[in-house]
Antibody, heavy 122, light 113 residues
Framework: QVQLMQSGAEVRRPGASVKVSCTLS????????IHWVRQAPGKGLEWIGG????????FYAQKFQGRVTMTEDPSTDTAYLELNSLRSGDTAMYYC???????????????WGQGTMVTVSS | DIVMTQSPDSLAVSLGERATINCKSS????????????LAWYQQKPGQPPKLLIY???TRESGVPHRFSGSGSGTHFTLTISSLQAEDVAVYYC?????????FGQGTKVEIK
């Protein structure tokens, strides 16, 4: 059974950094790709970035460029999201997800973590 | 970047009636080489992560009730709930995975009338 387990809630001051972990079980991390999505309280879903296996690169949404780093440790099947220079607008639930779709045959490998609440407050 | 726009922002439907949600992309998400539309639909209930309903614009995910269906191609897509049930109250999102950034629509809240 594939599961994504995320680290616990975090509280940070403005200007600080946060690192959220996401551990995959039931499937090897190096055979899939992890994406990160966030959701501010009462708001919609926002894609932060993810690994594109076809390009072999990690892509970040432009608004996070220079502030975000996504890494993976295949030895522990754990992915990490690090966000720097935090501001109040970064307060959100952060999700990791696999978000992979195969065309032939049509297959979805779409699993989500439970979410990690990050609160930025002075 | 591709921008996804959903309509309406919210709708109230009577139990057993049809609910229709529209999603428009600013650029085509259809890839002619494989004849696929790179479009997914998600359902999100309060306090839960999103749940995949539809991918490739019209393929129902395993375990998703048949009352959920997706249609459309190119830049215009529709999610239809043929007979709304109480457990379908949620926010629904479309997402394109044709290119990065993988934009989501702003969401459509579905309620019971």
């Amino acid at each position: 059974q594939v599961q994504l387990m995320q680290s616990g809630a975090e509280v940070r001051r403005p200007g600080a950094s946060v690192k959220v972990s996401c551990t995959l079980s039931g499937y090897p991390l190096n055979e899939t790709s992890i994406h990160w999505v966030r959701q501010a309280p009462g708001k919609g879903l926002e894609w932060i970035g993810g690994f594109d296996p076809e390009d072999g690169e990690t892509f970040y949404a432009q608004k996070f460029q220079g502030r975000v780093t996504m890494t993976e440790d295949p030895s522990t099947d754990t992915a990490y999201l690090e966000l720097n220079s935090l501001r109040s607008g970064d307060t959100a639930m952060y999700y990791c997800a696999t978000l992979w779709f195969g065309a032939f045959p049509e297959t979805a490998f779409d699993f989500w973590g439970q979410g990690t609440m990050v609160t930025v407050s002075s | 970047d591709i921008v996804m726009t959903q309509s309406p922002d919210s709708l109230a439907v009577s139990l057993g009636e049809r609910a229709t949600i529209n999603c428009k992309s600013s650029q085509s998400v259809f890839f002619s080489s494989n004849n696929k539309n790179y479009l997914a639909w998600y359902q999100q209930k309060p306090g839960q992560p999103p749940k995949l309903l539809i991918y490739w614009a019209s393929t129902r995910e395993s375990g998703v009730p048949h009352r959920f269906s997706g249609s459309g191609s190119g830049t215009h897509f529709t999610l239809t709930i043929s007979s709304l049930q109480a457990e379908d109250v949620a926010v629904y999102y479309c997402q394109q995975y044709f290119t990065t950034p993988r934009a989501f629509g702003q969401g459509t809240k579905v309620e019971i009338k």
